[in-house]
T-cell receptor, first 114, second 109 residues
């Protein structure tokens, strides 16, 4: 399976600021996804990152708060804008393998907003 | 709506066998996945089932019954390092993964 390098692995940020999380895949992938995971809970899909077009956001998530870029088939970024303590969470990027039989993940970004 | 159900927590003894069940109701089906997630880490892939039956991979096996909307993950010869959360996920008709809340497995010596 492919490998996703995600950074930063963790950060502590001041409220009102923004943080950009990057994911680099070691091979070309069609679909990339961004998730949020609160402690002890399952994964919540934020959006699907589409190469060359605007991301597709899930209910409850908007582009102004979570702008996403996908300039090519191996790279994507998620920005958490105007952060508040409620944004403290783990953020994960994910992609499908070629056969669609495995979704693999970056290492995750543990974000704490103070 | 779409729904994945799995037990919140299970406890088992080192060396024993444990079965974690997952039932699902989704719009379409393109496969069921099991992932292991240790605290503070990203999920890691364990298994993928798209046809009915049992898939065995070392100490881990996964079973699927599409007609019943049911799967289980079977862990044999439990080790302390198997203490983790186990996530069940289904790929729906749009190839979007629908995730269960996860089952926290506690292994006792």
């Amino acid at each position: 399976s492919a490998v996703i390098s995600q950074k930063p692995s963790r950060d502590i940020c001041q409220r009102g600021t923004s943080l950009t999380i990057q994911c680099q895949v070691d091979s070309q992938v069609t679909m990339m996804f961004w998730y949020r995971q609160q402690p002890g809970q399952s994964l919540t899909l934020i959006a699907t990152a589409n190469q060359g077009s605007e991301a597709t956001y899930e209910s409850g998530f908007v582009i102004d708060k979570f702008p996403i870029s996908r300039p090519n088939l191996t790279f994507s970024t998620l920005t958490v804008s105007n952060m508040s303590p409620e944004d403290s969470s783990i953020y994960l990027c994910s992609a499908w393998d070629r056969e669609g039989t495995e979704a693999f993940f970056g290492q995750g970004t543990r974000l704490t907003v103070v | 709506g779409q729904n994945i159900d799995q037990p919140t927590e299970m406890t088992a003894t080192e060396g024993a066998i444990v079965q974690i069940n997952c039932t699902y109701q989704t719009s379409g089906f393109n496969g069921l996945f099991w992932y292991q997630q240790h605290a503070g880490e990203a999920p890691t892939f364990l298994s993928y089932n798209v046809l009915d039956g049992l898939e065995e991979k070392g100490r881990f096996s996964s079973f699927l019954s599409r007609s019943k909307g049911y799967s289980y993950l079977l862990l044999k010869e439990l080790q302390m390092k198997d203490s983790a959360s186990y996530l069940c996920a289904v790929s729906d008709s749009n190839y979007q993964l629908i995730w269960g809340a996860g089952t926290k497995l506690i292994i006792k010596p």
